[in-house]
């Protein structure tokens, strides 16, 4: 994922990400693609677990919003495909320059970035800056 990104220069699809934990619904393959190539910014999508419903693609694993949100904060991820989120439409393609998040004007946007292996503890609201862009530990 990371090789394509980087030959098509181009992100096409947001991380939906789950607006209160910041938990990572859908693209943690994208996710180790912007950490890999060190991205500064990732695009995201804010969603609530009260419009996306989940199911388990594995047996023997409970798989609901709170065991979901459980286990990301305490780095006990699921294995891989062990979830499959239904969101209400199609994930947005978002077609943004890689250039674009590596440059750190990009914090003017109204947009939603994610800062890769960044502490929550700086995301900007909590840092009492509320006009600032969100980021997210991940």
């Not at 991380?15 to 943690?28: C, F, K, W, Y």
Request: with cysteine; charged share 25%.
């Amino acid at each position: 994922m990371a090789e394509t990104i980087l030959r098509e220069q181009l992100w096409r699809v947001p991380i939906a990400v789950e607006r209160t934990s910041l938990a990572v619904m859908d693209g943690h393959h994208r996710l180790q693609a912007a950490l890999q190539l060190g991205l500064k910014y990732v695009p995201c999508l804010l969603l609530d677990y009260g419009y996306v419903r989940v199911d388990a693609s594995r047996q023997g694993y409970l798989v609901d919003p709170h065991e979901i949100v459980r286990r990301a904060r305490a780095g006990d991820l699921y294995p891989p495909k062990t979830t499959r989120h239904l969101f209400p439409s199609p994930l947005p393609i978002c077609n943004i320059s890689v250039p674009l998040l590596q440059d750190k004007m990009m914090l003017s946007s109204p947009v939603f970035w994610c800062r890769p292996g960044r502490d929550a503890a700086k995301i900007p609201e909590a840092a009492g800056e509320p006009d600032a862009p969100r980021g997210m530990d991940v």
